[in-house]
């Protein structure tokens, strides 16, 4: 089956790109323009920056000692869509592999002598998952032939000892080859890559082994800490370990690791990641939204991470926090076109970026660039979009499972159905039988969606948040409509989130939406917006939103911006502020924007 994902257990069982085709519409649109577009300007990049020319042999090297990594999740990106360019691109990765099956263009004559920062295995890991993704939808070939014999070589090296590498993404990469092989020993040498960290297993370095986890060993762990994306791949192998292994102890650690990130350490957008210095998360309740790092790597991790937990519980939390994470941060990490990235994603922009020439020196967010001297998410988003159907629906004995209303067909065992919806823009999502056949479908309701209808068979009831079933049997043309509160909705922070307070954001189903400010419309710096209904304007098959906000004033700033008397809100008159929806901003250049608005002090 064709899904990057296949548990040998599990509450809800995967279902793979061939069972789930995605129709136009907000995800098969994109995910269209990934295969037609944004794999061959990754591809055209990675020549140009001579990443792919190391493999050649090409002297003298160039790029990041990580660079490798981008090729094989542009390979894995390829996998998913069947992309023509995969044979030739595997076999020049291929002509790069020794003997013994190592492979790193960087590292070859000094192997593993810098495991701390050297990224050997974590490139190995992504080589073994565009392995993966290959057998899966097409079989043995020089790519996977080149994965395993990488896999055999880090087993051989790595099963005895204590070592791990600093950046995580082997583990979760062992267990799927694990699961498409058959070979127990890539489980094993998972295993111990998971239990091996924070006994410790690697050197104390200026940020600290909480950078890498390596503070802690992963069970005794509270929550997720240190670099993010290291954070939730780790988390992500360690779910995939405790779920092959039948290790409840494990599962539940990362579950209550999830839950405490979650409450106290996630932005409203679903993004993760506080600090630049160190691309970490920060403490509880630090969500500085101009200062927020967000990376769009992180967001992608953090949906492999809940689509596993999703998997093996059946919690429809995971789905939750996956579709707010899908909508307002894969969505935003690319541009309408396809061929630029944001690589960190503030919530707050407070002077426009200024347009560099090429690739992107300082990815702080701001602008989108066709590249990065460090271009992890590009290459992240393309395997991700790829795969996107993957994480649709689900299935279980009795029936399947949606978890994302998006224009689609799926298809399991006797069941065949077809999705239609405006989502995110409307709220309805009708499911068609296409066939006739027994199952029980469940829509999840989101949490946000209280006061949801089902109608099936002509009646018609209220459904919570949670899941919506439906039982067959099913003739042909048999319907069920879901129908869910799109109004727009006025959004507060908890009071500990000490960079929010006096501020609110709008929310409209699963979007988050922000000001933005471009050329000679009006600044965004001092506002006070009224917390009153949003007008819904619907502007080219998008829904904008306007508000009344106080926009500036006379008055001018004293000579120290701090006083004896609480400021109050800015004295200009009420106007119309428009708002768009988070993903769609920076398309329009240069730009400020903000999702957190000031509220005045009267409300
Ligand atoms: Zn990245």
């Known amino acids: 089956m064709a899904n990057p994902v296949l548990p040998s257990s599990g509450v809800l069982s995967p279902l793979g790109l061939d069972a789930v085709r995605l129709s136009p519409g907000f995800w098969g649109d994109r995910v269209a323009l990934n295969r037609e577009v944004t794999i061959a300007h990754c591809q055209e990049w990675e020549e140009r920056e001579g990443w792919i020319g190391n493999f050649r042999g090409e002297r003298?090297?160039?790029?990041?000692?990580?660079?490798?990594?981008?090729?094989y999740k542009l390979l894995e990106a390829m996998a998913w869509a069947d992309h023509p360019g995969l044979p030739a691109l595997a076999e020049i990765v291929a002509g790069a592999q020794e003997g013994d099956g190592y492979l790193n263009t960087r590292w070859s004559g000094s192997r593993y002598t810098d495991l701390e920062w050297g990224h050997e295995l974590y490139c190995y890991g992504h080589l073994i998952q565009a392995g993966v993704a290959r057998l899966?939808?097409?079989?043995?070939?020089?790519?996977?032939?080149?994965?395993?014999?990488?896999?055999?070589?880090?087993?051989?090296?790595?099963?005895?000892?204590?070592?791990?590498?600093?950046?995580?993404?082997?583990?979760?990469?062992l267990v799927e080859l694990y699961r498409v092989t058959g070979t127990e020993r890539y489980l094993e040498m998972a295993r111990r890559f998971v239990e091996r960290r924070g006994l410790p297993a690697l050197a104390d370095i200026p940020f600290g082994r909480a950078y890498y986890?390596?503070?802690?060993?992963?069970?005794?762990?509270?929550?997720?800490?240190?670099?993010?994306?290291?954070?939730?791949?780790?988390?992500?192998?360690?779910?995939?370990?405790?779920?092959?292994?039948?290790?409840?102890?494990?599962?539940?650690?990362?579950?209550?690791?999830?839950?405490?990130?979650?409450?106290?350490?996630?932005?409203?957008?679903?993004?993760?990641?506080?600090?630049?210095?160190?691309?970490?998360?920060?403490?509880?309740?630090?969500?500085?939204?101009?200062?927020?790092?967000?990376?769009?790597?992180a967001s992608i991790a953090s949906v492999m991470l809940s689509y596993r937990l999703l998997l093996a519980t059946g919690d429809v939390r995971y789905a939750d926090l996956a579709e707010r994470t899908l909508y307002n941060m894969l969505a935003t990490g690319v541009a309408l076109d396809g061929r630029s990235f944001f690589y960190a994603n503030p919530l707050q922009v407070r002077v426009p970026a200024v347009p560099l020439d090429g690739v992107n020196h300082a990815p702080e967010g701001g602008l989108r660039s066709p590249w990065f001297d460090v271009s992890c998410c590009p290459n992240n988003i393309a395997r991700t979009l790829a795969s996107l159907p993957a994480y649709v629906a689900t299935a279980t004995t009795d029936g399947i499972q949606i978890h994302h209303p998006t224009p689609a067909e799926i298809r399991h065992g006797e069941l065949a159905v077809k999705v239609e919806t405006g989502y995110p823009w409307d709220g309805a999502v009708t499911v068609r039988a296409l066939t006739g056949g027994r199952g029980r479908i469940a829509l999840r309701v989101p949490a946000w969606a209280a006061g949801a209808r089902l109608t099936h068979r002509g009646e018609v009831r209220e459904v919570v948040p949670g899941y919506a079933v439906a039982d067959g049997p099913w003739r042909t043309g048999d319907e069920l409509r879901l129908e869910l509160p799109m109004g727009p909705r006025w959004t507060f922070p908890d009071r500990r989130v000490d960079a929010l307070r006096g501020s609110a954001a709008?929310?409209?189903?699963?979007?988050?939406?922000?000001?933005?400010?471009?050329?000679?419309?009006?600044?965004?710096?001092?506002?006070?917006?009224?917390?009153?209904?949003?007008?819904?304007?619907?502007?080219?098959?998008?829904?904008?939103?306007?508000?009344?906000?106080?926009?500036?004033?006379?008055?001018?700033?004293?000579?120290?911006p701090y006083g004896h008397e609480p400021d109050g809100r800015p004295s200009g008159a009420d106007a119309g502020l428009r708002l768009v929806p988070y993903h769609r901003w920076g398309n329009r250049g240069p730009a400020t924007m903000r999702v957190w608005l000031p509220v005045g002090a009267e409300e």
């Open 213 to 297: 986890q390596d503070d802690l060993p992963v069970r005794q762990a509270q929550v997720f800490r240190g670099h993010v994306v290291r954070a939730l791949y780790l988390a992500s192998g360690v779910v995939d370990v405790a779920v092959e292994t039948g290790d409840e102890e494990l599962l539940k650690a990362v579950e209550a690791q999830w839950e405490r990130t979650v409450a106290r350490r996630t932005h409203l957008t679903g993004g993760m990641g506080s600090r630049h210095a160190d691309e970490s998360f920060g403490e509880d309740y630090e969500l500085p939204p101009d200062r927020a790092y967000n990376e769009t790597c």
């Open 506 to 560: 709008v929310e409209r189903g699963p979007l988050v939406y922000c000001a933005e400010s471009v050329a000679d419309e009006p600044p965004l710096g001092d506002l006070a917006a009224r917390v009153a209904p949003p007008v819904e304007h619907h502007v080219d098959g998008v829904v904008e939103l306007e508000v009344a906000a106080s926009l500036g004033g006379s008055s001018e700033p004293s000579g120290w």
């Open 136 to 173: 899966r939808t097409h079989g043995e070939d020089t790519l996977t032939r080149v994965a395993v014999r990488a896999a055999d070589h880090v087993c051989r090296r790595f099963m005895e000892g204590t070592q791990t590498c600093g950046h995580p993404v082997i583990e979760m990469a």
């Open 60 to 71: 003298p090297r160039r790029g990041r000692e990580f660079s490798d990594s981008e090729i």
